[in-house]
């Protein structure tokens, strides 16, 4: 747990990120307390298309704890994280008992040049969770402040895993009051985020091995201890599916047919176990190209990959069961992220989905030094320290690695400018830099310029994002180069015309024009479309009072009346500048 946390500490001087945290945390009222009024907010919303109630408990009580202040929910993620490596230690220290099958406990003759069977299976263990804590695939979930949900979940998650584990330690039926807490600790996970939802799945592979209970009790036994658990992973899967429909982010069919689902669910099953081997050129986001062709090399390999390793493990089941097992493992779990079934998202991966899916392989590396340790009688000394050197050298290196991928979160701009260094044709990450750029209070031309760059090429590359006309428009604006910024405004409605902001936008350039009359329409629609729009009745209200005085000056009184009469019914302080806000391109998109 020390090493884990000392890994990523710089996380804790950490801000807030544009990337969903200002729109769950900066702009979000309604987590603010555990009253009944945020607790009734807390279990009934699907904000940004997720149900996870039991993370905005934890979010209420960080912020009675410490206010907005990010360095507290910074902390009590590293802190969730580091707990959940500690618990792991204890899962894999049974899991390696078991595959042992329990000769483990056993004490050596006298005089054996073998290890302590004891030492060998904590050593052992104590890898795994290493392997798991400090990895710098866990950065994404740790340092982002949003994803509380996924560290939450895991520790929820190896909770319900470990008093399964200690239920059934006898071989037989499970005992009663661990299986009890065991489907409580998987609620609350399920309550964290739906990454849970395999579990069930993932305890029956442990029923055939490690456990080998399959002999002992058979398969109806087995699934009847199950049911419970599929039940809730069942209902879970249905709250899913309607959070992200409501959130208007799963990807259709149209443009991904089932080609190029199969593609996506190959690269995604060959992307995690490949990511923990080969940890550089992680990213933020990994982009979902535009379009998938199932027979380019980008995703033919990871099939064929996905294919060889797989008849390989089958073929040599016998020999190394673990190794079969740890795969199966893995592909259970990120099945629900790949996009066979469901997609949401413009991305094709993301680094936080490894959190649960490694723990097998976690385990697998464990289970190796053991087995190293075990034998250490049999092996030169010099190849068994060797091992373990390059075991310590293994851990410290990637701890490295994750305390420098961990600065790469430090900041908004500097996630996305590290992000595009990464893939510069990825389009979202040039959308969410440029907006970054010109967001409020910077509107500085210079910075504007170079956001105009991003944009421009964010629409090179993805022209129906709709978005990125948005943010061009904003960028031109803020340069005062207004028929160029109405043009990109004008493209943002005839590619969105249902969204507010394309008709506040036209609306709010008129008014940084002083053109008050033309802008009363557009912010009237706008309004009308969106009425929880930030700042557009602040906005409206000026034009209306602008406007007002205007045609008293010009002896139109009773006009002037009716207009000011509006604006006083408005409520909220004027803006700024009258310059259109940026958006940005994921934040109701990339989860």
């Known amino acids: 747990m020390g090493v884990t946390f ?37 279990f009934t919303t699907m904000l940004l298309g997720h149900y996870i109630p039991v993370t905005w408990l934890s979010f209420g009580l960080n912020y009675i704890l410490g206010g907005l202040d990010p360095w507290g929910y910074h902390l009590a993620n590293l802190l969730l994280h580091a707990a959940s490596a500690g618990v792991f230690y204890f899962v894999a220290r049974r899991l390696l008992a078991a595959a042992f099958d329990g000769s483990v406990a056993t004490p050596p003759p006298p005089g054996h040049g073998r290890a302590e069977p004891d030492v060998a299976l904590s050593v052992g263990a104590a890898f795994a969770a290493a392997v798991f804590g400090v990895h710098p695939l866990r950065v994404e979930s740790v340092a982002w402040v949003t994803e509380r949900r996924d560290v939450l979940c895991g520790l929820f998650y190896l909770l319900a895993t470990l008093a399964y584990l200690r239920g059934v330690a006898g071989g037989g039926r499970i005992a009663g009051r661990w299986w009890a807490l065991s489907l409580g600790a998987f609620l609350l996970a399920l309550l964290s985020k739906a990454a849970a939802m395999p579990l069930p799945a993932a305890l029956v592979l442990l029923d055939i091995y490690p456990l080998r209970r399959v002999g002992a009790i058979g398969w109806r036994r087995l699934l009847v201890e199950k049911a419970p658990y599929l039940l809730l992973s069942a209902a879970t899967a249905l709250l899913a599916l309607i959070a992200q429909s409501k959130a208007q982010a799963v990807t259709g069919y149209q443009q991904y047919g089932a080609g190029a689902r199969v593609a996506m669910t190959a690269y995604n099953l060959m992307f995690y176990p490949w990511k923990l081997v080969w940890s550089a050129e992680l990213s933020p986001l990994h982009e979902l190209p535009r379009s998938v062709d199932p027979l380019a090399w980008r995703f033919l390999f990871p099939t064929l990959a996905f294919v060889v390793v797989t008849v390989v493990l089958v073929a040599a089941r016998r020999r190394w069961p673990g190794a079969l097992a740890a795969w199966v493992y893995s592909a259970l779990l990120v099945l629900p992220v790949t996009g066979a079934v469901v997609h949401a998202g413009v991305q094709l991966a993301a680094d936080r989905y490894s959190y649960l899916s490694g723990l097998g392989f976690a385990v697998l590396a464990g289970g190796g030094l053991a087995s190293l340790l075990r034998a250490r ?41 590290s992000t595009l260094e990464a893939d510069p044709n990825c389009a979202a990450c040039s959308m969410n830099l440029g907006a970054e750029l010109i967001a409020p209070p910077s509107r500085d031309p210079r910075r504007a310029l170079e956001a105009e760059a991003l944009f421009r090429h964010a629409i090179t590359l993805r022209p129906d994002r709709a978005f990125a006309y948005h943010g061009l428009g904003v960028a031109l604006a803020v340069q005062r180069r207004d028929e160029e910024a109405e043009r990109a405004f004008r493209d943002y409605v005839a590619r969105d015309p249902k969204a507010a902001t394309g008709l506040a936008d036209l609306g709010l350039l008129r008014l940084a024009q002083h053109r008050y009359d033309e802008a009363i329409p557009f912010l009237r629609r706008a309004l009308a479309m969106d009425p929880r729009f930030p700042g557009l009745t602040a906005d409206l209200a000026r034009a209306l009072r602008e406007r007002g005085e205007e045609l008293r000056r010009e002896g139109r009184g009773s006009e002037a009346d009716a207009l000011l009469g509006e604006a006083g019914t408005l409520q909220g302080a004027p803006s700024a500048d009258g310059v259109p806000a940026p958006q940005r391109s994921t934040t109701t998109t990339v989860r």
Do not use: C
């Not at 009222?29 to 607790?39: A, D, E, F, I």
């Not at 010099?382 to 790469?408: E, K, Y």
């Open 6 to 42: 000392l890994a990523f500490l710089p996380v804790l001087d950490a801000e807030f990120l544009s990337w969903d945290d200002d729109a769950n945390l900066l702009d979000n009222p309604h987590y603010r307390g555990l009253g009944w009024t945020q607790l009734r907010w807390m």
């Open 377 to 417: 009688g049999r092996l030169k000394s010099s190849v068994v320290s060797g091992v373990i050197v390059a075991a310590v050298l293994l851990i410290v290196g990637w701890a490295a690695g994750a305390w420098r991928q961990s600065l790469i979160w430090h900041d908004s701009e500097t996630l996305w400018r």
